[in-house]
């Protein structure tokens, strides 16, 4: 760590690449476009995943794995899917490299060109759903619930550390079913998981929602979404989920035997989250420090920092300081303690602070006299001294990491609170996108035309149909045609 | 299931292949060559990554995640490297589809072309080592080890599932160190890590050896690898460690600052290993009726049948069923009661005995009475009856799952010894070759022209030179030239 970083109030978005970088979350390859999920990065992936993972099969879903590469001519079956991500695709030509003319590089084999090209999945539709014809006779077959771990691959022109890579990682959810109830039945379970991990893990409120006709999940009939509310009053899409209906069954011929003894097509949905979720979790907590972790989701909840300038005294702390790490490993808490002597304290009290470790212990000779140790909170960046005579340690950080949880949560939902305006003229709400950013809810006519026209003259999109609402008219807040209910308007990642 | 499985003795290759796609643990996709890994083969596959996973982390090791893509240049840097692979990469050189001129199909856009192809990884020492030139700048940041769990793709002609496909999911390892012995020390412990992962938990026993120069890893100064042997008499590589001396640093210029002060190149290893490990399994110790999973890699390790002619039969078994599963769970152990009325016990019988599940308990009314039930092992396809008032259950399925793990070891460790002869003379090594299969231990002069000859003669490669054996020189069996030790030969996977 050579300098701090740039303020959030002054450069939210530089503040954002530095501190993703900075605190070895990740960065950008050599490949454009492409990132570089660094350790520390990934190991708070991992525990999204595994969580992730967790709830997907207590929902009764199993893993599988398709593959990478998607024929060509898959794409266009569903019509509205391919013009979804035609534009955005890496296409596989040829399946050899040859030595050149110099004999030192190599180049591409003319002789070795695919009868059909190969595009790198941008998503797995089409190939699951061509699947899914062999899986699939009948009613019996159903519902078939699979999730898959992949990377995909979308060729964004501009991209951003976790939030639009090329290459990213995610879940896709591909189920089928019986009856077009059970399949949107199963749309809204994977959105409510998905917004009780973001709320309860992540520490993120969001509001649960749909999309309009012309957001929408390309070969969707419904996609639903939570958005979440970032610190610069920009919304950040979480997570989607679509009711596919008989869309892609149809373009793959998928049809099961009814109980009834009749032939349907079969109802399905699809799902996902990725590694933007991380950069969720970064711009909604984080500040000029670096890094906040909610606890549940921190590699490491609490580090140990020994204060020492003699061997003895490191020797004299570490009894005590492992004697406490066990102590809180007994309670599921994970634990550095960093008695590195190449590194001064002050500046491993940055680096964690930069990493976004929970909490912070630390033992000076002075404490050990006096059987105190030092509890540093990162998220208020609070300090306390605490008598060990008089606390049972591990009780006590275990509860103060719930306490920060839920801290971070009620931080960031009165933020969200603050940050969402009900506005019912253009011009005010024109003014609240451009001067207070945030979610605006206001009435819309419900046409694309007027949607795409607010989008034009403000950059706001419309970021969802909220699901709980109270059932109000009004009139559009651009065209003042009849409205039956409030949508939310904001400038978005 | 509609019938049974073709016999091993008969056509081990059409055996096996039917029995991959029978049991539900993988199908052709598609996509020439690439396979569909099926919810039961991935929770499999699931299993051994979360055992490896661990193992890897014991060691110190954390997971991070490096690009799809590798621009073609980079493959060049390292000249055997590139020789190695060059011939069978998947190679992206456009960004963009666009409709065609029906308007129903779509075409690459030749106008989004890529200034610089990118290959889809086969391997990532290219791309990681690039990166590692900016994590790298001094002793301090030594040892790196890091892991990637990962898709990568190889070009390959002949494709069997799970055992050579063109897209397969692996962990690769690849790890930095300041000297040459700290690197050397990384790859014999990863090889050691894969030797005990497969015997402990695949229950299949392996050679431990080094590569020719001709077999090892291009870009390696030595590979070391396990050989597990087949039922059908083959050798198959389960793993491999390479040493990569200084060779991938030299091309990327990695440099560290040493401890006295000089300034030197990075030391490298790579090791991975990858679903091919599924086709080990399947191959090592399944039967005619099917898989043979070892428990400790079992989804279910036991299911529990009721044989019931009514609906209160089923209630009353159900009673019963339900409190041995829970006495199992609270063991750890995995248990399934499938109660299914829409397929009959006989039925169920040969499908979890083909899905290799390693117990099952058999409940019908007169065990009801008799307060018994039955006992079938997968390995053995014994059966028992166990009185409950006699034995705690709990434990006893608990004590067999342990017998019959370390039992299909034995098996395998038999077949293995049965399987390995000793030869001398050429005659007898083509012969031994020809009938029985195995391995053939034999003396070798140690150039690759003999090695070379041999396997055009005979089909056989050099499958490793073991660690541990007798110092004992001889005359090259082919050459009669002298020899410093014996070598393994197989016809191989």
Redesign the interface.
């Known amino acids: 760590m050579s300098k701090g970083l740039p303020k959030r109030s002054e450069d939210y978005s530089l503040w954002y690449n530095e501190l993703v970088k900075r605190a070895d979350l990740a ?1 950008n ?3 454009r476009g ?6 520390y990065g ?2 708070i ?2 525990k999204m995943q595994a969580e992730l993972d967790r709830m997907f099969k207590m929902t009764g879903h ?15 079956k569903e019509a509205s899917h ?1 013009e979804g991500f ?14 050149d003319e110099s004999g ?3 180049v ?1 084999d003319p002789e070795a060109k695919l009868e059909e ?4 999945r941008p998503t797995s539709e089409t ?1 699951i759903w ?2 899914y014809r ?1 899986w699939i006779q009948s009613y ?1 077959d159903l519902p078939l619930l ?1 999730n898959q771990w ?2 995909v ?1 979308r ?1 964004e022109m501009r991209t951003r550390l976790f939030l639009r890579t090329a ?1 990213f ?1 995610w879940q896709e959810g591909h189920t089928a079913h019986e009856t077009r109830e059970q399949a949107v039945e199963e749309t809204k379970q994977m959105l409510g998981v998905y917004a009780d991990f973001v709320e309860q893990f992540m520490a993120l409120p969001v509001v649960r929602g749909k999309k309009t006709e012309s957001e929408k999940f390309a070969g969707a009939e419904d996609t639903y979404c939570i958005e979440a509310m970032m610190q610069d009053g920009k919304a950040l899409q979480a997570g989607t989920s679509h009711f596919l209906g008989q869309n892609f069954a149809k373009a793959f011929d998928v049809k099961f035997a009814t109980r009834s003894g009749g032939l349907e097509y079969v109802w399905g949905t699809s799902w996902g989250v990725s590694t933007r979720l991380m950069g969720a979790l970064i711009m909604a907590h984080s500040d000029d420090q670096g890094l906040v972790l909610p606890p549940r989701l921190a590699p490491i909840q609490v580090v140990i920092i020994p204060i020492f300038k003699s061997q003895e005294e490191l020797e004299a702390i570490s009894v005590k300081a492992n004697e406490i790490a066990k102590g809180l490993r007994s309670k599921g808490i994970s634990v550095k303690f960093d008695d590195r002597d ?1 590194y001064k304290p002050g500046w491993k009290f940055a680096e964690y602070e930069l990493k976004g470790v929970p909490l912070r212990i630390g033992i000076g000779p002075r404490d050990l006299q006096h059987n105190t140790l030092e509890l540093a909170r990162r998220d208020t960046l609070s300090k306390e001294s605490v008598n060990l005579g008089e606390v049972d340690i591990a009780h006590k950080v275990a509860s103060l990491l719930d306490e920060i949880q839920q801290s971070i949560y009620d931080k960031a939902m009165a933020f969200q609170n603050e940050k969402t305006t009900s506005v019912d003229r253009w011009d005010e709400f024109v003014q609240v996108l451009e001067e207070k950013g945030g979610f605006v809810s206001a009435h819309w006519d419900g046409t694309p035309e007027t949607e795409e026209k607010i989008k034009e003259l403000t950059k706001a999109t419309i970021r969802c149909i909220p699901l709980e609402q109270k059932n109000e008219s009004g009139l559009c807040i651009y065209s003042q045609k009849p409205s039956q209910g409030r949508v939310l308007f904001a400038k978005s990642y």
């Open positions: 960065e390859s050599a490949v492409c990132m570089v999920i660094k350790p990934y190991s992936w991992e199993t893993n599988a794995y398709f593959p990478l590469f998607i024929p060509k001519s898959f794409l266009s391919v035609a534009k955005e695709c890496a296409v596989v030509t040829h399946y050899r490299l040859k030595g030192k590089g190599v591409v090209e190969l595009i790198v190939v061509s699947t062999n019996r699979v992949a990377n691959v060729w290459e990682l190449t």
